[in-house]
């Protein structure tokens, strides 16, 4: 299976950091990420997770990760809706611990 521009590339590493599908991806997280955190329940946050995954499919898109086959070839396959839907949630975590103001001692001033 080969990777369109549309796709989510799941993995680690600056080459899938630079694909157009994941600077979408990334993009709508940024997007939705207000929203996403002032949810009050999960069914909320799984309603906003869904639509993220609607979007990214809607236009063409999957979520492909790397699999190794026995003769040591890898190739991109497509997850589950489930598992996409916990990397949409990850992605929205993630931002989230990033957003967060970091308390560092070292730098507050002590006149």
Known sequence: MEPNDNDVLLGRGNGLAVHEGNKRYRQLILDCHHRYKECKTKVQKKQIQEEVFHTITSQSGRFLTQQQTADNVSSWVEIKKKNAIVKISQSFRTLSN??????????????
């Open 98 to 111: 990033r957003k967060k103001p970091h308390n560092n001692t070292d730098t507050e001033s002590t006149t």
